[in-house]
């Protein structure tokens, strides 16, 4: 079953008076339970792919479906909520709550969803331990290594156990241990729990890894091909 | 969960936000003591004019108010006392006829104002005998009583005879020779040098004046309440005959009272505005600092409503707590000055005695000040927390995230 289905996507900017074209009629299905990098170089459209697919940027043209429900024909509002109830989002700069410790900003997506207390607090101690970072539960951010933050990322995209989740170069800011670990621990999550992770990456361990490799270049996909791991 | 983001997100920036309640608490202690002391220097002014001599409430003739003379009068009988004494508006009452002249002692005089009291009566109303310096209240014909303000300018003491020369009651002569039984020390600077306090029965004999008296003074249950009495017991009195509240019948000291209040507004309202500017840059600094968390928040399903309600909160926690702070400092200090005025001495205590006025500073523990200056720091918050209310509602969750 498709989770992710866009058709003819495209995506125009006007940059310095020049029109660009970023995403260059991408048509991509992408099944659950995926393991799939979308990769390229620098400036060939694969975050401009994934903030459409993830309802943060409009197409100028073209379809997304996420779970049959077309994201171009909903509201600002049932797009906030979509994402809230559908999509999980992992950024390259982990991009926590810095006020919030690390079992909180996981719970707080949970909370956005009005979750009773009682499941939160059982989805919250799973989610760090299958991420690892159970002893650092208080923890704010700024007392979590750059890894350990991504971690709790991840713990926070799956929180409300949604469809699928978009990391943005999940690994770019991280050490080569943090990163073996952070997806160690996403392929665990994909392999044994079927979530469909969906990744941009220029990362060659991140390539190494994927089940599926989707190239881009110039906003165009140049090949798609699945992998044997 | 909300609350505590907010609370948590003040915090963040401790410095930034110890400046930003510092520069709150500041207005508010400066404003308020402003206020304060402006209030309590109109509230001594309205207590030594209104309540020493004049009243918070008046029967008079409605011609009366326009030009007081003593041909103006109001009845006073068993029927109109029984009816004062029947109202639980009113505590006390005292009749006056007031008529003016020249008191004269020896080479000696002044023009001053001859005020026929019943001493029991007017002792009950404003506490007459309390105020005495010298000598003992009047209480038989041939007795005065001098301001002690109008005594030094006669040289007159106890014992002293003073001649009055004046016009009665309708183009009467009045003649009266006196014995000064009394000095009092009136509150007002104006009244106490040119008050002189007879009996009843002498005015009406000296004045001529058999029938009535010019005014009935009141005092009411509540001052403080005078006009709102005053406005219930209008419904009975029919012209010519009328009661009036203090503000009625001494416009200008009312006029002093509204100028001040005016005045404490717009020095609020200076510093207020000073404060805004402070309060608008930190709001602008916390969105600039957070953006990229904002649309990170809504990029992950936070309603914009949501997070447009926590800046809120945030706003208002750091309203509520400069305020606070601000009334921490300022309260001990107004409630000190309260209950220790400070005497002003010099030139100064003489430039505001000139206008009439007791050389004193003593602030006014008043709660509305207090309220008030709450409710403005407050709705000054708050009316900068649309500002980012505003941004949260136009934000591009993708653009905000870049930076």
Redesign the interface.
Known sequence: MNVVETQNLEKLFIDAGTEVRAVDGVSINVEEGEFTAIVGPSGSGKTTLL?MI?G??NPTKGKVQVDKVELTELSK?EL??F???NIG?V?QSY?L????TAY?NV???M???GRDPKERKARVNELLVAVGIADKAKNRPSKLSGGQQQRVAVA??LA?KPKFIIADEPTANLDSKSASTLLDIMQQLNEKEGITFLFSTHDQRVIDRARRVVTLTDGKITEDKIVDV | ?LL??AW??I??NKRRTLITLGMIQFAVVLATLMATIRDGIMDIQVENVVGGYQGYAAINDTGYVEEPSIDYIVPYNDSVQSFLKSQNLIKSYSPRIIGGGIITRGEKFKIGRIVGVNPALEDSLTHFSKNLVKGRMHHSIGEVVLGLGLAERLKADLDSVVFITGMGYQGNTANLMLKVVGIIKLSNIQENKRLAFVTLEEAREGFALYEGVNQIVLGLRDNTKAKQSVKKLKKQFTDPVQIYSWNELNVPLYMLVEVNDAVNIIVSAMLYFIISFGLFGTILMMLAERK??FG?????????S?LSYITYLENTFMAIFGTALGFVIAIPVVYYLNQNPVTLTGRNAEDIAKFGFEPLVRTSMNFNIFMWQAISVLGISLFFSLYPILKIRSMN??KA?KG
Do not use: H, S, T, Y
Request: glycine share 4%.
């Open positions: 903030n993830g943060l940027d509002n906030i909520d994402r809230l109830k989002f950024f991009n709550i810095p006020v919030l909180e719970e707080f997506v909370l956005l969803q926070r995209a409300p | 969960m505590r983001l948590r997100n915090w963040r990229r968390e990170m928040l809504i990029a992950i399903g936070m309603k914009k949501k969750e993708n995230m």
